[in-house]
């Protein structure tokens, strides 16, 4: 099995033609010593929503940080490679700069401010913006109408609020910053099946209706190729295998080892041993 296409046509040659953020051959460090991403690249076309999948410790998270610069915190930096917005490289901007630019990430976990209230936390997404509280109003009305569970709870104190309206509370507060791009970070972890649609289903209107293109990290593979236009696949910080969403769903690897269905039917992770996992993404 060739593990990612290398021809210059198709779905990759056309992503990468249209791409409004471009990843290329990126190398990461933590701690001047700690090599966790390596040669990764990806495009993420304008008005398009692209995966990034793999398990927990694959690079996904690492990979958002380096996009959105949020490396240096955690003494982290990229060393090789280069990342590109609307045409210009953008890895030596602030992450202030990139926000006013159009790209805000949801950091995994539902990071809200716990003591304000939901409507605090989303009113803190427009800090950048210049354009005036009329504009402002308008689009949390834009945000309720979306995530009308937040409206009932705009009062609420965001730190008592459930996990699936802090998830909803920190993709609004990203709105607020009228994106042209979003990097959506494990945004089902925790969360009930349920919520996880109805979260997914949101996605995939704000795409639709808002034009905000989305690049998702995501460890629940089947919905998120449900969603998504296009995935790549991380182990171990390298892209393995990448493709659209339809092509990956029906690829016997996936199916086996991120769907859980083999050949025979569904299949556990850990019956599966590793070493054959590798064999056969790298064959």
Known sequence: ???????????????QASALLSVNNIE???NHVILVLKGVSLHV????????LGANGAGKSTTLKAISNL??????????GSIEYRGERVDGLTPNDL??????QVMEGRHCFGHLTVEENLLTGAFTRSDGP????TDLEMVYAYFPRLKERRNAQAGYTSGGEQQMTAIGRALMSRPRMILLDEPSMGLAPQLVEEIFEIVARLNKQEGVSILLAEQN???ALRTADY????????????????????????KEFYLGMGAGGRKSFRDVKHYRRRKRWLS
């Not at 076309?45 to 990034?52: S, T």
């Not at 926000?99 to 805000?104: D, E, L, Q, S, T």
């Not at 790549?232 to 969403?245: F, K």
């Open 221 to 223: 593979t089947n919905i």
């Open 99 to 104: 926000v006013r630019r159009g790209v805000i």
């Open 45 to 52: 076309p304008e008005g398009g929503i692209v995966a990034l």
């Open 28 to 30: 990461v460090i933590y």
């Open 231 to 254: 995935g790549y696949i991380l182990e171990n910080g390298r892209v393995v295998l990448d493709g659209t969403a339809a092509s990956l769903r029906e690829n016997e690897d996936v």
């Open 71 to 80: 490396l240096r915190a955690e003494r982290g930096e990229v060393t090789k």
């Open 1 to 15: 099995m060739t593990a990612v296409a290398t021809s210059g046509t198709g779905p990759r040659a056309a992503a």
């Open 134 to 137: 009329g504009a402002i109003k």
